[in-house]
């Protein structure tokens, strides 16, 4: 969230800016509401200073005029704040129209196989419409000690040789905090609410929201930056779910598990990091031997949040084509000036700049996994990283 003097400040700047994300800032309407809070506040000091120098004829009138332009700023200042959180982040320089492809990594994958009925086993679809409807699914063992064993691996690899520090974060926020993290109010119809005796809380959308907050109004010291932190959390995000070629009823779920990775960093050495941690990504899918690839998002479907996304895809043979398994984005300060997360470097006082991404969205690697090693019907090998875990088994029988 952008400060109101410096919109002012650079406000063609923002105009230009935000037109690539189709927003459009209303510059008249701000300019007026600007100009008319200098107006009222330099009115409240003239009578603050009338009120101290004539202190032995204490009048009402005085104090009556002092509420009205006291209530007059609150209405100004409401009205300033919802502009300025509906205002998204700016877009860098280099990204244009289009998707750029940045990295194609093939591998010998196995041809395009039909899987419908192994599909509906695995996920029991046909049960879970009758129980939660769409967008959920049951995975019944050996599979979800296969899928448990996934969300291990990713982990030990982030923690051992990464260096990130595992959270564990609650599912369950007010509203002030979905505020800090800027997934209010544009995210707002995505989530789901829950209520309890008048009180309205929400369910994560993304443990990104959980990690935001555990640092808001905090001011380290420089020699503590880089921080890094990772946690694994259910996902909850209601969504509208058709079940097509591109879905499935799987690819797309409300309830879905997630590993989050987000770094609190140096303004300077942001994009460095960005680099490090899709690195860090695509280690753990060469290790697994999938086909993969990486995009640049364009200006449409750069986040709302983000200055620059980059998509890391999967390939799925069920779909014959790649499907998104990571999103990481540099948010630079975006994020930080609205939770008011500082740094202290040379006695001056900045924002961090914060890059988050997924450390693999566990059930469409899950998914993946399953068909790239589909060797029969009912059999399914078992990657060589995951042996050891196994027992040295060959493979799973579904």
């Known amino acids: 969230m952008f400060k109101i003097n410096f919109i002012y400040k650079n406000i063609k700047k923002f105009f230009k800016n935000l037109k690539k994300k189709k927003y459009f800032l209303n510059i008249i309407f701000f300019k007026k509401l600007f100009f008319l809070k200098k107006k009222v506040f330099k009115k409240l000091l003239n009578l603050k200073k009338f009120v101290k120098n004539n202190s032995k004829k204490k009048k009402k009138n005085n104090y009556i005029i002092k509420l009205i332009y006291k209530n007059y700023l609150k209405k100004i200042n409401k009205n300033l704040k919802l502009i300025i959180l509906k205002i998204p982040n700016f877009i860098h320089f280099i990204i244009i129209r289009k998707n750029i492809l940045i990295k194609k990594y093939i591998c010998d994958t196995n041809k395009k196989k039909k899987i419908k009925k192994i599909k509906n086993k695995i996920f029991n679809l046909n049960k879970i419409n009758k129980i939660s409807g769409r967008g959920f699914s049951y995975i019944s063992q050996p599979l979800s000690i296969l899928y448990l064993n996934l969300e291990n691996y990713f982990l030990e690899v982030y923690i051992n040789e990464n260096n990130y520090k595992y959270i564990i974060v609650p599912h369950i926020l007010k509203f002030k905090s979905l505020l800090n993290s800027c997934q209010i109010p544009k995210f707002i119809k995505k989530l789901f609410i829950i209520k309890n005796n008048k009180k309205i809380k929400y369910l994560i959308p993304t443990s990104e929201v959980s990690l935001v907050n555990f640092m808001c109004n905090k ?147 899950f998914l993946s996994v399953l068909e790239n090693y589909l060797e029969k019907e009912n059999f399914i090998k078992i990657p060589k990283v995951l042996k050891k875990k196994f027992k040295n088994l060959y493979n799973l029988k579904i």
Request: contains cysteine; aromatic residues 14%; positive net charge.
């Open 219 to 365: 001011k380290l010291e420089s020699r503590f930056i880089p921080l890094k932190f990772i946690s694994k959390t259910p996902c909850y995000r209601n969504e509208k779910i058709f079940y097509g070629k591109l879905n499935g009823g799987i690819i797309k779920q409300k309830q879905f598990d997630k590993i989050e990775l987000i770094n609190f960093i140096d303004y300077k050495k942001s994009y460095k990091y960005l680099k490090e941690l899709i690195k860090n990504i695509e280690k753990i899918i060469k290790k697994f031997k999938i086909s993969y690839r990486v995009l640049k998002l364009s200006k449409k479907n750069t986040s709302y949040i983000s200055v620059i996304t980059y998509d890391i895809e999967i390939w799925i043979p069920g779909i014959n084509n790649y499907c998104e398994i990571s999103s990481c984005s540099n948010n630079e300060n975006y994020q930080s000036l609205r939770s008011k997360i500082r740094y202290i470097k040379n006695n001056k006082i900045f924002y961090t700049h914060i890059v988050n991404g997924t450390g693999l969205a566990v059930g469409r690697f």
